[in-house]
C-alpha cells in the first residue's frame, strides 16, 4: 500500500508508518456498543486512529495547509465485542457556520472490507452502505456514520475533512447507546431499545465516484475540488 508516496503494511495490529496515532481502547468505547461487560473484558485497542497524515508529504502538508483540509487513517481490527462486530463508536459532524447542515466527510477504503452505518440525524433514515477496498463513500451532511469490520483482516480507511469540522459530536451518539440498529455476527441487524422508531434499513452500495485514482492522489491534483465538497460549497451526493 502507498499513501503520499510512502509505501507500508499493516503490520499486526499498526501500520508500519512513523507517525503518531490514537488508540481507540475498549474503555473509551463503553456507551456506545451493544455490550459494555463484553467490552471490559477486552484488553486489545478497538481501532487506531492516524491523524493529519499529510504530515507524511511536503507537498501534501503545504496542499493541506492552504485549503485546510486534513487527512486521515483509521484502521480497524477484525473481532466482535459480544456478538457486535468491531466498529468506531461513531460520531456527528458539527455544522458549517452560518449554516443548518453539518460537514461532510470522504472516505476509501484502502484495505480489508466492512460497513458503513449512517444514520441521519433527524433519526429517520438509516443506511448501510457494504464495503470493500477501492471502494469511496461520501457521508452526506447530517449523517452520523458508524465504521464496522465486517471482514476476518485489519480494515484500513483513509478519510479527507475541513479542519474546522474536526470536533465531533458523539454526546448524542452516547445518549442512546449507539445507533438505532446495531449491527451484529452474520451481518444481521438487532433493535437498540433506547430508541422508539425504527426506520427502515436501506441497503445500499457505494456509488462509483472521482477516478479510480486513490483519494491522496486525487487530493494533491483537485484540492480545491475537496475545499468546495467538504466545506458544503457544492452538494454531492
Ligand atoms: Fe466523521
Known sequence: MEV???????????????????????????????????????????????????????DAKRIADKHDL??????????????????????????????NDSYPEIYEVLSGEGAFLLQHR???????VKIKKGDKVFIAPNYGHILVNTGKEALLTLDINA?????????????RHGFC?????GEKFIKNPNYDFFPEINKIRPKQMLSDKQLDQIFLEKPEFFEKLLKNKIHFS
Open 4 to 58: 503520499f508516496g510512502k509505501s507500508f503494511e499493516i503490520e499486526g495490529l499498526k501500520l508500519s508508518l512513523e507517525l503518531d496515532y490514537s488508540s481507540r481502547m475498549p474503555e473509551d468505547a463503553i456507551g456506545f456498543y451493544m455490550d459494555d461487560e463484553a467490552l471490559r473484558k477486552e484488553r486489545q485497542p478497538l481501532y487506531l486512529m492516524y491523524r493529519s497524515i499529510e504530515r507524511l508529504n511536503s
Open 70 to 99: 486534513t487527512l486521515n487513517l483509521t484502521l480497524l481490527r477484525p473481532g466482535f465485542v459480544g456478538k457486535e462486530y468491531i466498529r468506531t463508536i461513531g460520531h456527528y459532524h458539527i455544522n458549517v457556520p452560518g449554516t
Open 122 to 128: 433527524n433519526m429517520k433514515i438509516f443506511k448501510f
Open 163 to 175: 479542519r474546522e469540522s474536526m470536533q465531533h459530536d458523539y454526546e448524542t451518539v452516547k445518549k
Open 181 to 185: 440498529y446495531y449491527l451484529i455476527k
